[in-house]
């Protein structure tokens, strides 16, 4: 690295090229090869058990989605907190006894009266086509 910093420096103009070199002194001295070397063997009986990336390979591809979350999926996600308003206003049919919403009519009660009139309607329809023949 000093030779590459040396023949680059000799293109520099004289006030760059010594404030770049005093650099370059004090980067080369605070970072000697002696410490690396030194912190190896001062720290011999420490060992890390951490995993690597082998170990955590198969987790890391288990941990990622295979497809893309459809549309309808996605909607669900982002609008869940909006959930539907409970009924409240629910008592009993006085007609039937089921249960019904208050002020509705009581569905129960209305099959039973379109029954009754579809009979209605078909009777009537029968008499006329007997009585027009």
Not at 7 to 18: N, V
Not at 22 to 39: D, E, G, K
Request: aromatic share 6%; glycine share 6%; charged share 25%.
């Amino acid at each position: 690295m000093a030779t590459v910093a040396a023949i680059r420096l000799s293109q520099w103009p004289t006030p760059i090229r010594l404030f770049a070199s005093q650099w370059v002194n004090i980067y080369a001295h605070i970072w000697r090869p002696q410490l690396i070397p030194s912190l190896s063997i001062a720290l011999p009986g420490i060992s890390l058990n951490l995993p690597t990336l082998d170990d955590i390979w198969g987790s890391i591809l288990k941990a990622v989605p295979k497809k893309k979350p459809s549309h309808s999926r996605r909607r669900h996600r982002r609008m869940a907190g909006k959930a539907l308003p409970e009924v409240t206003g629910l008592c009993k049919c006085p007609g039937c006894g089921e249960t019904k919403r208050t002020h509705r009519l009581c569905q129960h009660c209305l099959q039973d009266m379109r029954r009754i009139w579809r009979q209605d309607d078909a009777e009537l329809g029968q008499q006329r086509h007997e009585g027009g023949v």
